[in-house]
């Protein structure tokens, strides 16, 4: 089964630029659909964005479309999120996660592995 491993986060200011990353190990992230979701305080864990099995299908929540971009690099075997142009609500705990479905869904539960978490925080 696969191993995930992420780097990445920190502070950044509003308007900038952000990137996480998300190692895998054990098995190969072409394997996999792969998502990245994120999580506030005493709230629930939020689809942010998916890419699908060899990646030729990706989604994005309506609040990062056009800003955030979702990439796997087969050869480094590693899931990415490209954050740009980023608001002080996009302040949160971002978790990767990992299923065998070939298409992506946006729902926490249908994830069976996952990163272990990294903290984002845009100052305004």
């Known amino acids: 089964q696969v191993q995930l491993v992420q780097s990445g986060g920190g502070l950044v200011q509003s308007g900038g630029s952000l990137r996480l990353s998300c190692a895998a190990s054990?098995?190969?992230?072409?394997?996999?659909?792969l998502a990245w979701f994120c999580q506030t305080p005493g709230e629930e864990r939020k689809f942010v964005a998916a890419?699908?099995?060899?990646?030729?299908?990706?989604t994005y929540a309506d609040s990062v479309k056009g800003r955030f971009t979702i990439a796997t690099e087969s050869t480094e075997n590693i899931l990415t999120l490209q954050m740009d142009s980023v608001l002080s609500e996009d302040t949160a705990e971002y978790y990767c996660?990992?299923?065998?479905?070939?298409?992506?869904?946006?729902?926490?539960?249908?994830?069976?592995?996952w990163g272990q978490g990294t903290q984002v925080t845009v100052a305004s």
């Open positions: 996660a990992a299923n065998r479905a070939f298409h992506p869904v946006q729902t926490p539960r249908a994830y069976a592995y």
């Open positions: 054990g098995d190969t992230v072409d394997n996999y659909s």
């Open positions: 890419i699908s099995r060899l990646g030729s299908v990706k």
